[in-house]
């Protein structure tokens, strides 16, 4: 029962911080390997979950979705399902104890990444500069997606970032594209976790209907919600608070 209540508490929690600043697998990883879950596995199960909310997310958002930077949305499609293919078959071949070893630097740079993202998104506003070449373009966004499929962690963050330099600056247009790629990179990795038998169902199914849940009600009075910035500072503390655990555990 008590794990029972902690995988159903940290997907509710888990879809309220993503449905208003994102940050959910500051707590879904650590508690799935919290609660004895093989890293791997772990990692597999935390990203199985987290995609009916990147749907929702796309069906919020699908009046926004347009193509405004240097690739067509086509191409983008295609370089974000080989890019999630790609790094869940990476992380289908790294070992347990490899992986454990990353967690914490993972953790730690999509921490510093949440952190930096309203600074970067202003930076990269303000100075215009863009990528102009579809080969480069198209090699960023397929980076972004490997990390994607390998690691679902401030996915998003980086997502937008890559988003802007190719000159996207609608943002409810960016947020879509962004949920959209992200449904499309780990649904096709959880295709190929599901073949490598990575995902713990018994854990992944009520963490995901908690999430929606979660995600559902916060949607429901995140408007009312006027610091932004102060619960920005809080998702930063937990995904401090979670990194330091990994480094000295």
């Known amino acids: 029962m008590f794990e029972v209540s902690m995988i159903v508490c940290a997907g509710l929690l888990c879809g309220a911080l993503n449905a208003i600043a994102g940050g959910g697998t500051f707590v879904t990883l650590?508690?799935?390997?919290?609660?004895?879950?093989?890293?791997?596995?772990?990692?597999?199960?935390?990203?199985?979950?987290?995609?009916p909310g990147y749907f929702a997310s796309v069906w919020a958002y699908r009046h926004d979705i347009r193509a405004e930077g240097t690739l067509p949305l086509g191409s983008i499609f295609v370089v974000a399902a080989i890019g999630g293919v790609l790094g869940a078959a990476l992380l289908v071949v790294t070992s347990p104890d490899a992986f454990l070893a990353l967690v914490p630097w993972l953790?730690?740079?999509?921490?510093?990444?949440?952190?930096?993202?309203?600074?970067?998104?202003r930076l990269s506003e303000a100075s215009g500069i863009g990528i102009r070449s579809a080969g480069v373009a198209a090699i960023v966004l397929l980076l972004v997606a490997t990390y994607g499929g390998y690691f679902n962690g401030g996915l998003g963050i980086i997502m937008l970032a890559a988003l802007s330099l190719q000159g996207y600056r609608n943002l409810h247009g960016m947020n879509g594209l962004k949920s959209l790629l992200a449904s499309i990179l780990s649904t096709l990795s959880v295709v190929?976790?599901?073949?490598?038998?990575?995902i713990a169902w018994e854990s992944a199914i009520p963490?995901?209907?908690?999430n929606i849940c979660g995600a559902y009600i916060t949607s429901?009075?995140?408007r009312r919600i006027e610091r932004i910035d102060i619960l920005r500072l809080v998702i930063v503390v937990i995904g401090g608070?979670?990194?330091?655990?990994?480094f000295v555990a």
Do not use: C, E, Y
């Open 30 to 51: 650590p508690v799935l390997v919290w609660l004895g879950i093989p890293p791997v596995v772990a990692n597999a199960t935390a990203t199985t979950m987290a995609v």
């Open 107 to 121: 953790l730690l740079t999509a921490t510093l990444l949440f952190a930096s993202a309203p600074r970067l998104q």
């Open 192 to 198: 190929t976790f599901m073949t490598a038998d990575l």
């Open 207 to 210: 963490m995901a209907l908690a």
């Open 220 to 222: 429901r009075f995140v």
């Open 241 to 246: 608070a979670m990194t330091v655990a990994f």
